[in-house]
Structures are given as structure tokens and as C-alpha cells.
């Protein structure tokens, strides 16, 4: 059983930066699929990012690709979503989501988010 402790959202202006971590305990293995989704009131859940662990292979949803990046640090058993250029429209809760073994990270089905097993219970993001 994987759980995931999200922390690091705040308020920041336009432009700024922040930096989201994930620390899963649980479950030290390395084949699972990460990946971060947010969530604006009154918006359906969108995946942002996924990462694979075993392989660090990553993808991005087109909104934040050049913006945003997904990395992990094996030591601390934490992934990190680090956001950049922020824009008002990347306000939301961020969650954390995994999810054992590599489909949905390669299939990129891990966008819709439904498939994960285990959530966080997110982190605030609010740009102004």
C-alpha cells in the first residue's frame, strides 16, 4: 500500500515559481507510475505530468510542456513537479497520484487519471 503526502503549494504572482513534492512511503520499490493532476473549482481533474520511476520516463499534458517539470529523487523516494512561469489559468489542487507497474505512464492513458490506485490529498496552487 503507497502513500503520498504532497506539500510546497502556495501563492505566487504571475511569472513566479514553485516547486511541489510527493513523498510516497510504503512501497520502495521503483516500477510505478507518478503522475501529478490538478483540479480548479468548478473544472474536471487534468493530468499534468507522469513519470515511470523505473526508467524516469516522463510526459507532459500541451498546456504546461516548457513550463512545468516532473523529476524524482530515488534517495528520498520523493517525485517533484517543479512549475515555472506560472499563469493565473495553473491556479488549482495539485494532486499526486501512482500507480504499480509502466501502462499507463507508456500508454499515456495515465492522463485521465482514473486508473491510479493511490492519491494524495493535494496541495494548493494559487496564481495571481
Known amino acids: 500500500h503507497v502513500q503520498l503526502v504532497e506539500s510546497g503549494g502556495g501563492s505566487v504572482q504571475a511569472g513566479g515559481s514553485l516547486t511541489l513534492s510527493c513523498a510516497a512511503s510504503?512501497?520502495?520499490?521503483?516500477?510505478?507510475?507518478m503522475g501529478w493532476f490538478r483540479q480548479a473549482p468548478g473544472k474536471e481533474r487534468e493530468g499534468v505530468a507522469a513519470?515511470?520511476?523505473?526508467?524516469?520516463?516522463?510526459d507532459y499534458v500541451d498546456s504546461v510542456k516548457g513550463r512545468f517539470t516532473i523529476s524524482q529523487d530515488n534517495a528520498k523516494n520523493t517525485v517533484y513537479l517543479h512549475l515555472n512561469r506560472l499563469k493565473p489559468e495553473d491556479t488549482a489542487m495539485y494532486y499526486c497520484?501512482?500507480?504499480?507497474?509502466?501502462?499507463?505512464?507508456?500508454?499515456?492513458?495515465?492522463?485521465?487519471?482514473?486508473?491510479?490506485?493511490?492519491w494524495g490529498q493535494g496541495t494548493q496552487v494559487t496564481v495571481s
Open positions: 497520484a501512482a500507480d504499480s507497474g509502466p501502462r499507463l505512464c507508456y500508454s499515456g492513458s495515465w492522463r485521465r487519471g482514473g486508473d491510479f490506485d493511490y
Open positions: 510504503g512501497y520502495t520499490r521503483r516500477d510505478l507510475c
Open positions: 513519470i515511470y520511476r523505473g526508467t524516469d520516463n516522463t
